[in-house]
C-alpha cells in the first residue's frame, strides 16, 4: 500500500488528556498495541520492520526530520512473520536502531492517532492525517493535523522533529553525577548586545559574557561576533545546566566545546560536561556492527 501523510510528533506531559480528549470527540479505540520496530540502513528514506500485537508491517517511507507537520510518503507491505523477516533483512542489511513501545492506538476519519510510551524516552503523542486514495489531497491532510495540534494544545517546544531511531541512538548513559553550578543562568537571543570580560582556557570555545539584564554566563564563541571588549550574538543560546546522576539515561540534544546538551526522562533540558557521559549500549552495538560488516566487505574484495 502506497500512501501520502502528514504527520506530527510531541512530547506528551500527561497521556490522560489526549485520551481524554479523543473519547469525547468519539474516537475509534483500535487497542493498545506493544511494538518493536526495526531499523535497517537504505541510502535513502527509512526502512523499518514492526512487530506488534495488532500492526506487522514491513514499513518504507520518506520524510524530513522537522518540527511541526511534516509530510510523508509511505509505503507498506503487512507482514505475518516478522521473526523470520527479520533475520533476512538483518542478514542483509545493517541494523541502525531497534526501537519498543507501548502504543494506543485511536481514530477518527482518516486520522489516525498514536499515545505511545517510550522506554528510556518518555510519553509522546503522535498525529497521522493519512491519504490511501490520493482524493483528500496534501491541503486538507495539513488542515486536519493543525486542527488536532491546536486541539490538544500542543505547545511549540514539545514538538519533535526526529524519529524514535534518532533519538534512541542519541541515547547516554551518566557516569558521574554532576550538580548544575549557575542558578540563574545567561539566556542570549540572536542580535543582542553583549560585553566580554574574559576567555576560557579550561574549556576552549566559550567566553564569559554579561547581557544587556547584567546577567553573566559563558556563551560558545560560535553564538556570537566579538568586536574588542563587545559582542553581538549572531543566534540564540541558554546557558541553563542540568543536574544529573551517575546511571541515568539521557539524550543527546547538541554538543558545544566538550559540553553537551542533554534532556532527562522528565523533559528537562540543560548542559553537562561532556566527560561525564558515555555512549548508549544500542549506539555501541550498532557501531561494531557496521564495523564488523564493513570488515567483513573489505576482506571479501581482496
Known sequence: MKCMNVEIKARCADPGVIRSILRGHKAEFKGTDRQTDTYFNVKTGRLK?????????????????????????????????????????????????????K????????????IDKVPALGN??????????????RKKLLEQCRYYL????????????DSYSDMINRRARVTK??????????????????????????WPGWVFCVNAKG????????????????AIAVKSYDAAELTVTAGEQIQILGEECGWRRVRNKEGKEGWIPKTHLNKSETAVKTQAAALRRLYTRIRGNK
Open 49 to 101: 520492520l514492526r512487530r506488534g500485537d495488532i500492526e506487522n508491517a514491513l514499513i518504507y517511507y520518506v520524510r524530513r526530520n522537522k518540527k511541526g507537520p511534516k509530510d510523508s510518503l509511505v509505503r507498506i507491505f503487512k507482514t505475518a512473520d516478522g521473526r523470520a523477516l527479520r533475520e533476512l533483512l538483518g542478514a542483509a542489511l545493517d541494523v541502525v536502531a531497534e526501537v519498543k513501545k
Open 103 to 114: 502504543r494506543e492506538i485511536y481514530y477518527i476519519g482518516n486520522v489516525k492517532f498514536h
Open 124 to 137: 509522546f503523542v503522535e498525529i497521522e492525517a493519512i491519504d490511501k486514495t490520493g482524493l483528500i489531497g
Open 150 to 161: 491546536k486541539l490538544f494544545k500542543i505547545q511549540n517546544s514539545e514538538l519533535i522533529h
Open 177 to 202: 553525577n554532576y550538580v548544575s553550578a549557575y542558578p540563574n543562568p545567561i539566556k542570549i537571543a540572536r542580535g543582542d548586545r553583549l560585553a566580554v570580560r574574559k576567555k576560557e582556557t579550561e
Open 215 to 230: 546577567i553573566a554566563g559563558w556563551v560558545p564563541e560560535s553564538c556570537v561576533k566579538i568586536r574588542a571588549r563587545a
